[in-house]
């Protein structure tokens, strides 16, 4: 059975920062390409930022230079670190994992992350 699970979101003031997390269990994860998605009341779900097994990572445009994505093979875990967080960045995040070889996509509960004074 997989299971992704999500931790570490909450209720942060605009400047702090907030450190997800997302271990997974029942795939061989270094076959997979890990990612966080968000999705903001009213809005579809977007990528913020993936990484690859080699450690290339991508980022959408709006979190460039503020967040950083890591894995550990070793913990099976992938993580999101969001430094200068905004009121935009307000949304579920979810975390997924996408199987380099078949495409098949998994993905966790989500966590919500809330920025606001």
């Known amino acids: 059975q997989v299971q992704l699970v999500e931790s570490g979101g909450g209720l942060v003031q605009p400047g702090g920062s907030l450190r997800l997390s997302c271990t997974a269990s029942g795939i061989l994860f270094s076959i997979h390409t890990m990612g966080w998605f968000r999705q903001a009341p009213g809005k579809e779900r977007e990528l913020v930022a993936s990484i690859t097994n080699g450690g290339r990572s991508n980022y959408a445009d709006s979190v460039k230079v503020r967040f950083t994505i890591s894995r550990s093979n070793a913990k099976s875990t992938v993580y999101l670190q969001m430094n200068s967080l905004r009121p935009e960045d307000t949304a579920v995040y979810y975390c997924?994992?996408?199987?380099?070889?078949?495409?098949?996509?998994?993905w966790g509960k989500g966590t919500l992350v809330t920025v606001s004074s």
């Open positions: 997924n994992a996408h199987n380099d070889y078949s495409g098949t996509n998994y």
